[in-house]
């Protein structure tokens, strides 16, 4: 199938009450966070072969997926410059897709160059520049923030902007908008929920620490040492097999 990760600044510091258009409800790009963000998908940026059942990043077997944070500086006072996402499956550390789209750097993790190229190659809104882009997202983390683990229902757009050709309305032979192999009359949350009552998926030994210390091999041990300065974060989880297709 298809998977992505996705930074999405917003313009305020704190706590913050919407009403009217500001919730988004009329106008998508009136919130005071960026809807869209900012979203590194190995299959809309060119490797249809990068993750799904059978293929390098195996979703029919246990893997685990790192997200490390990393600053301009090597420490955690710095601005955050970089998001960059691994995998680890039997044993095996498999470093991220990298880009494979005429016009966008070949690179393997977000940048603000990712960013701005992406956006420009494939024509869409420049909301995450415009609420601050990383030095939002990485202002915000030193606020501190939130692990929070969830599966997604959407009644809206039937998850097509993650697996299929995504506005529908558009040419899927244009950049940017194949995201996955699923046909744009895929099923609907209700026909899901009606069919696959037993579907699951496991999240577990989730931890937070400085680059390099929460993940190894199956048979690695991790790392024992820690960097002479504080370093930027990570997070890593390990995620059981997926069943269904509601499960992104």
């Known amino acids: 199938m298809s998977t992505a990760y996705t930074a999405h600044p917003c313009s305020v510091s704190g706590l913050s009450r919407c009403s009217g258009v500001s919730c988004g409800t009329s106008?998508?790009?009136?919130?005071?966070?960026?809807?869209?963000?900012?979203?590194?998908?190995?299959?809309?940026?060119?490797?249809?072969?990068?993750?799904?059942k059978g293929l390098k990043v195996d979703t029919s077997k246990k893997f685990t997926v790192i997200t490390q944070f990393i600053t301009d500086t090597g420490t955690v006072s710095g601005t955050l410059t970089e998001i960059r996402r691994l995998y680890v499956q039997s044993g095996v550390i498999i470093q991220n897709s990298k880009?494979?789209?005429?016009?966008?750097?070949?690179?393997?993790?977000?940048?603000?160059?990712?960013?701005d190229?992406?956006?420009?190659?494939?024509?869409?809104?420049?909301?995450f520049q415009a609420k601050g882009g990383l030095t939002a997202m990485g202002k915000a983390g030193g606020r501190?923030?939130?692990?929070?683990?969830?599966?997604?229902?959407?009644?809206?757009?039937?998850?097509?902007?993650?697996?299929?050709?995504?506005?529908?309305?558009?040419?899927?032979?244009?950049?940017?908008?194949?995201?996955?192999?699923?046909?744009?009359?895929?099923?609907?949350?209700?026909?899901?929920?009606?069919?696959?009552?037993?579907?699951?998926?496991?999240?577990?030994?989730?931890?937070?620490?400085?680059?390099?210390?929460?993940?190894?091999?199956?048979?690695?041990?991790?790392?024992?040492?820690?960097?002479?300065?504080?370093?930027p974060t990570e997070t890593t989880a390990t995620v059981g097999i997926p069943t269904t297709r509601q499960v992104k």
């Not at 393997?108 to 990712?114: G, P």
């Open 99 to 115: 880009v494979n789209i005429r016009g966008i750097p070949p690179g393997d993790s977000i940048t603000s160059a990712f960013c």
């Open 27 to 52: 106008d998508r790009y009136a919130t005071v966070c960026d809807p869209d963000g900012c979203d590194f998908n190995p299959y809309r940026l060119g490797d249809p072969t990068f993750y799904g």
């Open 144 to 231: 501190g923030m939130v692990l929070v683990m969830s599966i997604q229902e959407d009644h809206e757009t039937n998850m097509l902007w993650l697996d299929s050709s995504y506005p529908t309305t558009a040419n899927p032979a244009s950049l940017g908008v194949k995201r996955g192999p699923c046909p744009p009359t895929s099923v609907k949350p209700s026909d899901i929920e009606s069919s696959a009552l037993i579907s699951s998926v496991t999240f577990s030994n989730i931890r937070f620490g400085e680059i390099g210390s929460t993940y190894g091999g199956d048979t690695t041990p991790f790392p024992t040492t820690k960097p002479t300065m504080p370093s």
């Open 117 to 127: 190229a992406q956006k420009a190659v494939f024509g869409d809104k420049l909301q």
